[in-house]
Each structure stands twice: as structure tokens, then as C-alpha cells.
């Protein structure tokens, strides 16, 4: 049974910090893995997405890698703003199966 | 392109009341999904559509749910009656027809059962 773990449950940085997210999963037989942000009261917005083929993707300021052998994944923010405040959630779907298994999420706090 | 829609953003009911939870997926997605929260809790699956038919349900957390997709478009998810226990954030995501494909999440539907 798929298990995904995100570390740490909160994190507060200045902003201007680099920061990396944790991901890991138990089972490596994965289609891909998504990093999804939610703010306070608000849906999931997608951020990268990672076919099991690859291993990293880019978007701007974030940067998400993937090592399926090992069964981790980090979501990396450069030059964090206040605006990156948010829960960050990673969420794998397993090989066979379209459904996505999530982590709790880390709570991200970015302060001027 | 819209993206996926949900009604109502906010429901209050009794316990013993009945909900309607509708999602609208992004236009030409057969695939649709629908995941809850409940406090405290990581978002968990609840059941996965392909066009009308229902593809996995093994999410449903028992008979008191039921969930419909009439013609392949629309889905609702049906609280009858609901519980305490139901409440939770429901969202409904959807995707292309095709392996490993992105999902897309609505709003979600914030459900308190009083």
C-alpha cells in the first residue's frame, strides 16, 4: 500500500531563503508525482509535474526532482517571497492506478 | 479554457439531511476524480470516472455516497443522510484519457455537517 510522507510539517524562513521540501513514498511503481500548492480556503493548484521517466522538472523559481529508486522527491524554491506562503502538497499516482495518494503537506511561512 | 467548477463553495447542513455536491469537469476530460479532507487528515480518493462509467470506487467510504456522471460530462456526489463525520473539503479534479495525465482540481466544496 502506497505511503507518501512530507518533511517537515512547517517551515517559517525569512524571505530571500532558499528552501527544500521533502517528499517520500514506499512503493517506487509510480506513473508520476505532482507538487500541488493550496492556499488558506482555496483548491489545489498544480505546480510540476514528474512523469516516472524524468528526473527533475522547472517552473520559474521552483525546481522539483525525483528519485524513484529511493522513493523521494524534493520540491527546491529559490529566492522565497512572501507570497510562496502556502501548504505544499505532493501527491504520487501509483503504476496501474490514476488515483493520487497525498502527503499531509508542509505549511510554509515565508516572512519580509 | 475554464478550469474545473464546483457548487455549492460552502454547504451547511443537519445531520440526517441529504447533499448534492456537482462538479464540472474541464471541457473534453474523460477522466474525474473525487478526493476529501477531513480535519486534520491528508486528502484521500474517493472514486475515479472514465467518461460515465465508474472506473474505481474503492474510495467511497460506504452506501451512504453515491456518485453519478450522467452522460460523461457533469458528476454529482450524493450525502444521504449525512454524519458528522462527513465533514470535510470535497474536491473534484479532472484529466485527459491518457496514462500518468495531469489532474486538475477544482475549488473544492467545504461540507460542515452540524
Known amino acids: 500500500k502506497q505511503e507518501v510522507t512530507q518533511i517537515p510539517a512547517a517551515l517559517s524562513v525569512p524571505e530571500g531563503e532558499n528552501l527544500v521540501l521533502n517528499c517520500s513514498f514506499t512503493?517506487?511503481?509510480?506513473?508520476?508525482l505532482q507538487w500541488f500548492r493550496q492556499d488558506p480556503g482555496k483548491g489545489l493548484t498544480s505546480l510540476l509535474l514528474?512523469?516516472?521517466?524524468?528526473r527533475e522538472q522547472t517552473s520559474g523559481r521552483l525546481n522539483a526532482s525525483l528519485d524513484k529508486s529511493s522513493g523521494r522527491s524534493t520540491l527546491y524554491i529559490a529566492a522565497s517571497q512572501p507570497g510562496d506562503s502556502a501548504t505544499y502538497l505532493c501527491?504520487?499516482?501509483?503504476?496501474?492506478?490514476?488515483?493520487?495518494?497525498f502527503g499531509t503537506g508542509t505549511r510554509l511561512q515565508v516572512f519580509p | 479554457e475554464a478550469g474545473v467548477t464546483q457548487f455549492p463553495s460552502h454547504s451547511v447542513i443537519e445531520k440526517g439531511q441529504t447533499v448534492t455536491l456537482r462538479c464540472d469537469p474541464i471541457?473534453?476530460?474523460?477522466?474525474l476524480y473525487w478526493y476529501r479532507r477531513v480535519m486534520g487528515k491528508e486528502i484521500k480518493f474517493l472514486l475515479h470516472?472514465?467518461?460515465?462509467?465508474?472506473?474505481?470506487e474503492s474510495g467511497m467510504p460506504n452506501n451512504r455516497f453515491l456518485a453519478e456522471r450522467t452522460g460523461g460530462t457533469y458528476s454529482t456526489l450524493k450525502v444521504q443522510p449525512a454524519e458528522l463525520e462527513d465533514s470535510g473539503v470535497y474536491f473534484c479534479?479532472?484529466?485527459?484519457?491518457?496514462?500518468?495525465?495531469?489532474?486538475?482540481f477544482g475549488p473544492g466544496t467545504r461540507l460542515t455537517v452540524t
Open positions: 479534479a479532472s484529466s485527459p484519457r491518457r496514462a500518468g495525465a495531469e489532474q486538475y
Open positions: 501527491a504520487v499516482a501509483s503504476y496501474n492506478t490514476d488515483k493520487l495518494i
Open positions: 514528474i512523469q516516472s521517466s524524468q
Open positions: 471541457s473534453g476530460h474523460d477522466n
Open positions: 512503493d517506487s511503481a509510480i506513473y508520476n
Open positions: 470516472f472514465v467518461k460515465e462509467s465508474k472506473q474505481d
